[in-house]
Every structure is written in C-alpha cells, then in structure tokens.
C-alpha cells in the first residue's frame, strides 16, 4: 500500500512538471506566472534526482557504502575530514556557485525565455549533474585526485597537460568577463562603486579581527561584517547624494578596469588573512542570504513574465550579443546547466570530505541541481521587467543609438515598446543617472531583483535600495572569484615558472609572488581592457569565448569520465557520459568556428577585423581613431586565435581519448583503472564519522 | 499537555543547535576544534598546532587550489 501511494506521488509530481512545462512551452498570451517556471523546475529536478541519479548511482558507478572513503582512510582532521553531508553539500554549493548562473540566463533572455529555461532544466539533469557526480566518484576512488592527474592516468599524459594548460587558459578568460562585468554594473554610478569600494576596508578589518583578536571565530567576524556592508549599501545613497562625494566615486569604464586590476594584484600578492579570505567570507553569507531570498521573493510575488517565449533574436541579430540560438543560447547559458569549472570542485576538497560513497549523489548531482534553480531564477528575474526595458539596458549603443530617444526608438521598432520617459523613471527610482546601455548582465538582473525584493518588503520606497544590495551581491561575489582565481592563477604560473627556474616556484619568494601576480593580471586585465573599449561593449565578444572555453573544459572532464567507466566495463551505460560530451563537442566546435570565421562582423573575430582594415584602407577612419582602430583589429585577430586554441586543445585531447578507446575496445590495450585499492569501511551502517 | 509542549521545546532546541552547529561547520568556524579532535583521536606525533597557526596555514592551503568557482 505504502509502495502503491509512494509511485503515485512519484506520477503526480511528474505529470505536475510534465503540464507546467508545456504550459511555459506552449503559452503564447499577454504574461505567464513565474509560478509555471518554478513548478516545472523542481519537479524535473526531483525526478531527474530520484530516477537518472538513481541509475547513474546503481548502474553505472555501483556506489559502495561499505567502502571506506579517503575522508575516513586518511583522515588527518585538515585535509581529509569525514564531513556531515548536508554540512559537505553546503560547502560544495558555496563552491561552485558563482555569477555564471546568474550572468548567463540574464543575456540569454534575449532570444525569449523558452530556449534558456528548456536547456537549464534539461542541460543540468542529463550532462552538467552528470559531469559533477561522476567526476566526484572518480575523484573519490583515486584519494582526491584532481581533474589533471586524472586525465593524465586514465587518458594520456598529453591529455593531463592539455587539461592543465585549458585551465588556466580559462581561469583568464573567466577573470576577464566577470572583471567586465562588474565595470559595467558599476561605471557611472557613484552608489554603487562607493558600497562596493567600502567592502575592501571592511574586509581588511576583518582580517585584522581574525588574525590578531579572535583567530579563525569566522562566523562572529561574518556577522559583524555583513551588518557593516548593509550599513554602507544605505550610506551609498548619501554618497549619492553628494555633489562633491558623488564625483569621487563617478568612475568611467577604463578607470574602473585599472582599479580593478590593481585590486586583483593586491589580493593576489598580500597575505591572504589580510584581504582575500575576509572577502570571501563576507561574499558566502551574502551570496547564501541573496539566493535564498530571490527564491523566497518569487514564491511570494508570483511575478507575470512579460518577455515572450521566442523573440526574433532568434536569427542571430540579438542586440545584447550576435549569433543564432544554436549554438549560443547553450555557450551563453553556460554554468547554470553544465561547468568545466566544476570538475575541478568535484575532483578538489569535496572528495576528501564525504563521509560515505552514497553522499555523492545528494552532493554531486543534488548541489548542480540547486545551481541550475539559481540559473531558472535569474531568467524569471531578468524576463519579469518589460522587454523593451530589458533591451534598452543591455544594449550597447553601437547597435541601438547613444541618444536615450534613438534607443527607444530603435528598441520599439522591433516591438518591444519603451520610452526614454519610462527609462528616466526607472534609472531615478533605482538611484541611477542612466539605465541605458548597461550590458553584462549585472544592471538588469538587479533592476529584476529589486523589482522582486521591493514587492515583497519596502515598495517602491525601497527600490533603490534592493537595487543597489543586488548591485553589491553581484559584485562582492564576482570579486571573490576575481581575487581568489588570480592567486591560484598565480600559484599555476610559479609552477609553470619553476620548471625554467627553481626558485621561481617558490610561493613565498617576493619577487616571484610579484612577478607572477603581475603576470596574470596582465593577462586578463589585457582582455578586461579590450572589453571596456570595445564599441559593442565587450560581452559581445568575450562572453561566448568565456563559454565556449567553459563548455570545452566541461568536454574534457566528460572524456576523461568516458574513458573511465570504459576501463571499468560500463560499455553498455557509456552513452551517460558520452551523449552529453558529444553534444558538447558539436556545439563548442560550432560556436568555435563561427566566432572564427562567420562572415557577420558582429559575429566572427575575423570578418570584424577585416571590416574595419578595409575602412582604414578606404581612408573611411579619420586620422585621430587611426590607432584605436589597429588596436581593436588586433584584438579581435588575438581573440580568434585563442578561440582556435581551445578548439584545437579539446579536438586534441579528443583524439588521444579516441585512441585509448579505440585500444580498449579491441583488447589490444591493457586496460590499467587506477583506483584505490578496496578498503572496508569500520563504520556501523548509518553511522557517522566525526 | 504540558508533556507534549516540553517535548516539543526539547526539539526545537535540539535543531536550532544542529543548525546553528551545521552553520558553524560550513563557514569554517568549527574547523579548529575538529581539527584538534582528529588530533587527539590519532594521537598524532605532530605538536597541536596553536588557533592561529591552523587558522593561518589553513587559509594558505584554501586559496592556493581552485576553491571558487564561475
């Protein structure tokens, strides 16, 4: 009887997410309940958890209880920790969560709300959830091993290095497109850049308070600092407010990319009690207390989605970025339905700390789950305001006109209908001089959340100020990845480094941590820079190439799961793995060459710079853009040549997977699994370690 | 009646403390005082670090891997 009521909630919540799902597919009225979208959200993910997860767990990994994991093994209370799993889940999600779920649906909203939210239900419980959990398994039976010397062991040496060369590749590209896209959220907005300034001086002096006056007490310190953030996102507002304090912190683009730059040099080479570790302390509260009260404001607003399900942009004229919805809507979307960056969580401290192999279905596959509903969120957030509104914010003015009056009119062409009055309304009511031509992602995802938060607490009195604590959320967590991805980049550079010279490699050597500090900040401060003097604003240009190189590093943890469960005999489930590799393979390959060679300027690298060489030779440049011309030539040949770089690396690392497959599936090569011996667990069923 | 408000009480103190344990877990505050219990659990021939010296090599080792993610 039990059995019988049980697979009827399992039918009903299937049939519920079966119905709310057509319902966002099918609707074609004046506005949809966002209701539809969670619905329909959690009750794919409850049964892609309860169902795929399930088999994946039995199936294809045969999750062993009785098998001690490394966390017990070799637990030494630092490294190796048998953790709690909700306690572990937390940690995980903390981890790999970032502005990517949030960023990503906010511009693919451009070609509707139906193609992002279909891949991010869908891409999350058939490949991102995959790659986490089956990495974490992995990861798990070689002691922790990390992505690299996974690839290197079970695929190819060549394979182990071109994973480690495309991470750092990444970790730049990705370091520049979230620096861009906090210069954007904060470039002539005096509020915003003073909040955002005054979380340095308050995470300096938590440091202090950590190191000096009450060592590692980091939830006291957490608190006191989150109520001194909230203190100056309100303070803002007098900044604001102030003729003379309002011009100090009225900062253009090119000021802000150097100020940050500088920020990230500094967080990379001081110590990191001082700056980094506060930060990061102050962004984890935040960012938990900022989702959780997206989620819990669009259950109580319900708000109606005005965008519509498809828009025209479909064809590959979008304002907000060019190209058509296959392959950019998924290379947009990116971290909320599948990240390369997260088999580096899942094959990192993660797998030194479950306490049971079981967990890593609830951790693995579970955590991506949840990251996939911020991604739907931030789609409700970002459709929720009038479409007009939502392209007059995040086009740039190369393509819709510099004049608030042109905008509008070029955006209610396409019939989206805005006025400039309406845009001035808005931009006053959110303590903006101007909302025109915001793009990244970051201005319309907070106008949204604003939107959101204000209906529920303080009403339009309010909305200013959930602007702006949207505002500092996007940026303060931005930064965190900012700060702590230039200091691993620079630790990934002293090792590069120590191979010429020894001592270069040694952390703690001055000129070495400046050296190589100035070196990767350089390096994405150069795409950074690029970015903030481009006429189409940048996100055009170095948002695909962030996802096309994310998806490629995703694509590489999935070969490197595809050659193991080969080695391990799952021939017959390989599909799990592999149907989502190819799938990514055909579309970073896809992106990769049209971002190359599309005869579009606004799409392709080359045809952009050819177009504008043929202006300079037709003597259509007036003399004094002549070099900023060459330059943006130049950057855009650099971009298709690194673009080429990570096609070539995944079609590489491809061919060296192919050739161990080839080997294994004719018996000509002995198969080596380089697993952990099998050790049985001392701890009682249901028991829990420390 | 009584009984039953008492029961009650009793678990609710008891989940506000795993919660407010679990929180302290996740942000790292804890972390000391498991460290210092796997110590004495292992008896390691390694000195108990001092609060500050784990703090400090703690977070060295934090940040030096990828700990952050897009």
Partial sequence: MKRLLTIGVWIAIAFAGAYALGTIALYRGEALSATWFVIAALCCYLVAYRLYSAFIAAKLLALDDTRATPAERLDDGRDFVPTNKWVLFGHHFAAIAGPGPLVGPTLAAQFGYLPGTLWLIAGCAFAGCVQDFIILFCSIRRDGKTLGEMARDEVSKRGGFIAQIAVLAIMIILLAVVALVVVNALKSSPWATFTLAMTIPIALLLGIYLRFFRPGRVLEASLIGVALVMFVVVAGQWVAESPAWAHVFTLSGVALAFAIMVYGFAASALPVWLLLAPRDYLSAFIKAGAIFSLAAGILIVRPAVHMPALTKFIDGTGPVFAGKVFPFCFITIACGAISGFHSLISSGTTPKMIQREGHARFIGYGAMLLESFVGVMAMVAACAMPPGVYFAINSPPAVVGASPEVATATISSWGYQVDAPTMANLAHAVGEQTLFNRTGGAPSLAVGMAQIFSSTIGGERLLSIWYHFAIMFEALFILTVLDAGTRVGRFMVQELGSQLWKPFGRTGWMPGVIISSAFIVAAWGYFLYQGVLDPLG????????????????????????TTILMKMGKLR??????????????????????????????????????????????????????????????????????????????????????VQWTGILSGRRKIVLQESPYVATKWAAGAEGD | MARNFETMRISAAQALRQFWQGLREWCGDAAYERYARSHARHCCTAALLTREQFYLEELQKKYSRVSRCC
């Fill in chain 1, 538 to 561: 940048g996100i055009n240009s170095l948002w695909p190439l962030f996802g096309i190189s994310n998806q490629s590093l995703a694509a590489v943890a999935l070969v490197v799961a």
């Fill in chain 1, 573 to 658: 489930w390989i599909w799990v793995t592999l149907a989502p590799m190819a799938w990514l393979v055909i579309i970073t390959m896809t992106a990769s060459w049209q971002k190359i060679f599309h005869a579009n300027p606004r799409i392709g690298f080359l045809s952009a710079a050819n177009t504008m060489a043929a202006q300079i030779a037709a003597g259509k440049i007036p003399a004094a853009k002549l070099a900023d011309t060459q330059r943006l030539i130049f950057n855009q040949r650099l971009d298709a040549a690194v673009t080429a770089v990570f096609a070539v690396m995944i079609l590489v690392l491809l061919v060296e997977a192919l």
